[in-house]
């Protein structure tokens, strides 16, 4: 089979897969409701805070939060485009269709990685357009897409989702279950929300360097001096992910299906 075979073919397995579009369509219906939510806890704050709190308040800031809890069902995407064939048993189909086992694996990462990177900014936009209409209905200082780094962060979104979507498929090859895999990557991408648990120093390291709390940083739109700038950030998620896919090849490889 050619490289447009293994592609053509990997894309209709993937529109076959019911789950997919429904944590596709979860992940959009997540960026609307929690991007409001967020915004409208942010008012609140805003309204309650001190008047240096209020100077300090940046409305963007608040904008894209809900794209790292979209990130989990994007993450199942990626997933369930592998754990699907190990679970009806196709998978010794498919690698008998293509023997270089390197080129299936590439091929579903990529069929993920191009519907995952066409999500992110869709997503983005919502998110952000609902956070906004949330804080201006409360009279809160809010952001347009024309304000400076807007655009750019929303357009991030992109790298970010399509990302996560191979960590997912990563994870799929590592551990051939779907609720293992998912259960197991959504403990990770929200591992920085769980830093306070940790000691100062480990809570600290988590929350810069940690891979999902690193690449969310694409979202900064003001970024300060705290924390990595944003193509730091994304570059360190970028590693992470390379890594987690070198290692599922090196197994997936090795690995009777």
Not at 200 to 213: G, K, R, T
Request: glycine share 12%; proline share 5%; aromatic share 8%.
């Amino acid at each position: 089979m050619t490289a447009y075979d293994i592609l053509r073919s990997e894309w209709g397995k993937f529109r076959s897969i019911r789950a997919t579009l429904g944590c596709l369509a979860g992940a959009l219906a997540t960026t609307a409701a929690y991007g409001y939510l967020f915004g409208l806890s942010s008012a609140r704050q805003y309204l309650a805070g001190s008047a240096a709190d209020r100077a300090a308040f940046d409305p963007t800031e608040t904008g894209f939060r809900a794209l790292v809890l979209a990130g989990v069902l994007v993450s199942a995407v990626g997933v369930l485009a592998v754990t699907s064939e190990y679970a009806s048993g196709t998978m010794r189909v498919s690698v008998a269709a293509v023997p270089r086992r390197s080129l299936l694996l590439g091929g579903k990462a990529a069929v993920v990685a191009v519907v995952a990177l066409v999500a992110g900014p869709p997503m983005a936009l919502v998110s952000f357009t609902l956070s906004q209409i949330s804080l201006a209905a409360r009279n809160v200082p809010s952001a347009g897409l024309g304000d400076p780094g807007v655009l750019a962060a929303v357009a991030g979104a992109g790298l970010f989702t399509g990302l996560v979507g191979l960590y997912g498929v990563a994870l799929g090859f590592l551990l051939r279950r779907s609720a293992g895999a998912v259960s197991l990557g959504t403990f990770l991408l929200i591992l920085p929300g769980m830093a306070a648990l940790f000691p100062d120093a480990i809570a600290e390291w988590i929350v810069v360097w940690w891979p999902s709390a690193a690449g969310a940083r694409v979202f900064a739109v003001h970024p300060g001096p705290d924390g990595l700038a944003p193509l730091a950030g994304i570059g360190v998620l970028a590693a992470t992910v390379l890594a987690l896919l070198c290692a599922a090849a090196a197994v997936f490889r090795t690995r009777d299906v």
